[in-house]
Every structure is written in C-alpha cells, then in structure tokens.
C-alpha cells in the first residue's frame, strides 16, 4: 500500500463531476460521496438516482430536495425526515403522498397543512408567508419548532418495509437478515450490513457499502458493486474471488494487491500462473496462522480476520466511523487508532456567516467570490454557482455554517445502529428499536408495529 500508487478519488463512470468519492454514474456533481447514478446534486452522502438534490444524507430518487434525511421519491422537498412521495413541502416528518404541508408529522395524503391543521390554500399560502421561510431567521426558528414536533410525534420502532424474518432498521424488499441497517432491498441471508444498495445475499459483516448485486462476501468496506465471493477488502468492485486487498476493479483470483483493474491470479500485486496461483494460496493462509500479526495493542489477526486498524492509511477522525461511533480523541488513541487534526489552507476570510444576507434576494453574483467564516467552526467555505442557482431558484438563504457542520447536523437524526428494547407507548409490549430512551433524548411515543399502523392508518 505504501509503495503503489494509489488514486486520489473513487469515481466510476462520471461525467464532469469534482470532489466525489465511493460513487458511480454521477453527473454534474459536487462534493458527493458514496452515492450511485445522481445528477446536479452538490453536498449529499449515501444517495442513490437523485437528481437537483443538494445537502441531504440517505435519499432515494428525490428530485429538487434540500436538507432531507431518509427521504425517496418526492420533489421539492425540504428540510424533511423520513418522508416520500411528497411534493413542495417544509419540515416534514414521516409523512406520505403529502403536498403543500409545513411542520407536519405523521399525515398521509394531505394538502396544505401547517402542524397537522388543514388549511384552504389562500389560508396556507398566508400562512407560509407569515414564516418566512425565505430568511434564515425564519429557517431556524420553524427548524427548532420542528424538533419539538419530531419529539412529540409518533415513531415505529423500526423502519421496515416488505420484510420477511428481518431484524434492523431502515430496510425493504428483503428476507432473513438481522442486524442490517439503512439497505435500499433484496437482500436475503445477511447479517451485520449496513448502507447498501440493491441486491445482496449470503453475506456477513459487509459495508458501509454492501449490496450492489453481489454475493457471497465477508468483512468488507465497498466490496458491493457486482462482486462474487470477495473477502477482508476494501473498495473492490465488479470482481470475484479477491481476498486481502484494497482498491480493485474487475479482477479474478487476487490475494493481497493494492489498486489493481482487471488482473488475475495475483499476489501481493505480483503475476503468478493458475497453478502457482493455487498452489501458493493454501501456504499463505497457514503461514497467516501459524505466525500471526500482532498489532500495538497485543491484538492478534490470523487468517480471517480484517485488517488491523494501525494500518489505515486513514485517520479514525477522518473517516465515516466517527459518524457512527464518535469518541474522543484520548479513546481514539487508547484503542490504538490513529487521531489526525484538520489543518485547512491558509485562506482570508471576507464575511462572517453571521452577517450574510437574510434572503437570496439580497445576494449578487459576487458573493461567489467571497470567503465565508463558519458561523459554529470559524472554517472557511465558500458559495458556488450551482448551489447559489439552485438557492436562487426556490427562494432559500444561504446557508451560514461549513458543508461538514451542516452534515453533522443532519446525523444528528439518524439513530445510532444499535438494536435497544424498548416498551411500546401504548401498552406492554416489549420492542426491539434503534431509538434512544427518552432520558438519553430520544422520543417518547416510540410504537410497535400493529399500534403504529392503528395510529397513523
């Protein structure tokens, strides 16, 4: 890994796309990461067939969305959470086949609704105006108003849709899983998965990155985009039989290689014949037993088990675990994972984010050229053409806070993925939820399956 060299962004199959990691068939994005077949969408995580999506965090086939989390199939949605199929909405929550509605929770198939009231629409257009949904100053104050109402709100214990014998949270279409969490569908026999696209069978302790119509793979960070008996990788795709290795693209039989397209039968990025292949396999994997590796730690990882932590090119910090698992810098350490602070450029700042315009309407080109001071982190950021056409378009303010601040705030409405019992609001019924107690800021009215349905339906 130290000697290869190694290429600086994971982008397959774009077109005039910058910034973008773990992705394939982007068009015309910015700074999207693990995402597949988006377009024009700019500061997204975990999205999949979205297009003029900008800030949001596990979407499916939105279309002119802004600052949604585990939203699908809606347009013009924004500032919403667990909501689809709905159109020209603020602050929606769990909702379905909605239009016209701000600061709902729980509807389904409603029109022009503000905090569950109907509304005529001359009565909800004033409405509307009256929140001035077109400032920052009227952003946060409706988003605080927001929270109260999640909380109020009632949530099914898990998110799970036409499952059979599925144990996780944010999962469709699949059967025979446990512990699997945020998976689009099919899947089938998988435990320990999570962040997945399409298609996954026979497979344990994969992802994030899993699923991708593949089969048959184990302890893997990105082994799922059409893979087949792939094993202990990180970002392999469109390959079988891939053991140990980091970085390969459509390759056969490859035990221990780094940044490597379509080979075969290689070891530790070295060309071996079939027979030699074969015949040199089964010794590596004894020898990896008999003589283990041994990190700082005193932890020993024989044949089977993942890579060793100390050696991530990566620092704990820098990657997607801190999303997950967030922990300190001294616990980082003590565990024997690497800690690496944020040294940005030198840059001059020009505003502070704090004394940017209240509306969009207020704002000319140049702000484009202006550098812009993290009202929360004081790190410097900057507005681009796409996104001030985008906030152009449907009338939003700029944003005052770094596009890192504004993705740790929508993780903030995810739940962690840990499976907690949890009695059910209405009545004795012991459930298995991924939402924290309420003492620990979770909601209170969190419903199994039959009460939520007898509630909402």
């Given amino acids: 890994m130290e000697e290869v060299p190694h290429i600086a962004l994971s982008d397959s199959k774009s077109i005039n796309s910058r910034f973008c990691n773990v992705s394939v068939e982007l068009k ?3 700074l999207v990461t693990a995402a597949w077949t988006c377009e024009d969408s700019i500061y997204c995580n975990r999205v999949s067939g979205c297009k003029f999506t900008h800030d949001s965090y596990i979407c499916y086939d939105t279309e002119f969305g802004y600052e949604n989390v585990y939203c699908r199939d809606s347009s013009k949605l924004f500032f919403s959470l667990e909501s689809e199929t709905c159109l020209d909405s603020y602050f929606l929550y769990d909702c379905r086949n ?14 022009c609704c503000i905090e569950n009231k109907q509304y005529t629409k001359e009565e909800y257009l004033k409405k509307k105006d009256e929140l001035a949904l077109n400032t920052r100053d009227g952003i946060e104050k409706v988003r605080e108003r927001f929270k109260e109402l999640w909380k109020d709100a009632y949530h099914r214990h898990l998110k799970l849709i036409n499952t059979t014998n599925v144990i996780g949270d944010h999962v469709e279409n699949s059967r025979n899983c446990y512990d699997i969490f945020d998976i689009k569908g099919e ?15 026979d497979s344990y ?6 699923g991708g119509y593949s ?5 893997g960070t990105s082994i799922g985009v059409h893979n087949n008996r792939c094993f202990l990788g990180v970002m392999v795709w469109y390959s079988r039989d891939v053991f140990y290795s980091f970085m390969m693209n459509n390759c056969e039989n490859c035990f221990g290689c780094t940044e490597m397209n379509g080979k075969k039968y290689c070891i530790l990025n ?6 030699e292949y074969e015949k040199l396999i089964p010794k590596i994997k004894q020898h990896m037993m008999n003589m283990p590796y041994v990190d700082k730690k005193g932890r020993i990882y024989k044949y ?26 001294k616990i980082t350490e003590s565990e024997g994972f690497l800690w690496r602070e944020y040294t940005s450029g030198t840059y001059k700042i020009t505003i502070k984010g704090k004394d940017l315009p209240q509306t969009i309407s207020e704002v000319d080109d140049s702000i484009l050229d202006e550098v812009i001071e993290c009202e929360i982190t004081g790190r410097p950021f900057k507005i681009i053409e796409q996104e001030l056409s985008f906030y152009r378009r449907f009338d939003l303010p700029l944003p005052s806070i770094h596009p890192d601040e504004r993705h740790n705030r929508r993780l903030k409405f995810r739940n962690p993925m840990r499976l907690n019992k949890r009695m059910c609001f209405f009545g004795d019924k012991e459930t ?12 209170k009215k969190v419903l199994c399956s039959e009460c939520y349905k007898k509630e909402i339906y």
């Fill in 432 to 443: 298995i939820t991924t939402y924290l107690p309420e003492l620990e800021g979770g909601p």
């Fill in 28 to 30: 015309n994005c910015y």
């Fill in 205 to 210: 302790d994969v992802g994030p990155g899993a």
């Fill in 215 to 219: 089969e048959l793979t184990y302890e």
């Fill in 98 to 111: 909605c239009s016209n509605c701000i600061l709902c929770t729980n509807l389904r198939n409603k029109n």
């Fill in 304 to 329: 089977g088990e993942f890579f060793p932590s100390e050696l991530s090119p990566f620092a704990y910090n820098e990657t997607v675990a801190q999303d997950y698992f967030p922990i300190d810098q």
């Fill in 270 to 275: 070295k060309q071996y014949t079939k027979e």
């Fill in 187 to 201: 899947y089938e026999n998988v435990k320990y998965a999570n962040w997945g696209t399409s298609g996954l069978r």
